[in-house]
């Protein structure tokens, strides 16, 4: 079992910046892949990015590819998400996820979730 818990939302103007934090304990959290997702109000639940347990591996959505930066510190058991640029339609709740080793984009891949953490972004 893998707990996650994401910290760092909160609201900013357009073209602000915010890092997310998603802090994991349980299993061996070197062990896993761990990506962002995002859901907005009425809307499905959609990939941000994603990392390979060692780092080396990063997956980023077009919406967020040059703006977004996932990152990862394993001596902290701790996955980033730097958020630069941000607009107002990156305004959602964030969610990152867990799954063994290999990072993909897809939203059913993924065995573990946190509870979120809500972006606003004002215009």
């Known amino acids: ?18 890092r997310l934090s998603c802090a994991g304990s349980g299993r061996i ?7 962002w997702f995002r859901q ?17 591996i990063t997956y980023y959505a077009d919406s967020v590819k040059g703006r977004f930066t996932i990152s990862r510190d394993n001596a902290k058991n701790t996955v980033y998400l730097q958020m630069n640029s941000l607009k107002p339609e990156d305004t959602a709740v964030y969610y990152c996820a867990a799954r063994e080793f290999i990072a993909v984009v897809s939203t059913t891949e993924y065995d573990y979730w946190g509870q979120g953490t809500q972006v606003t972004v004002s215009s």
């Open 1 to 18: 079992q893998v707990q996650l818990v994401e910290s760092g939302g909160g609201l900013v103007q357009a073209g602000g910046s915010l």
């Open 29 to 35: 959290f070197i062990n896993y892949a761990v990506g």
């Open 40 to 56: 907005a109000p009425g809307k499905e639940r959609e990939f941000v990015a994603t990392i390979s347990w060692t780092g080396g």
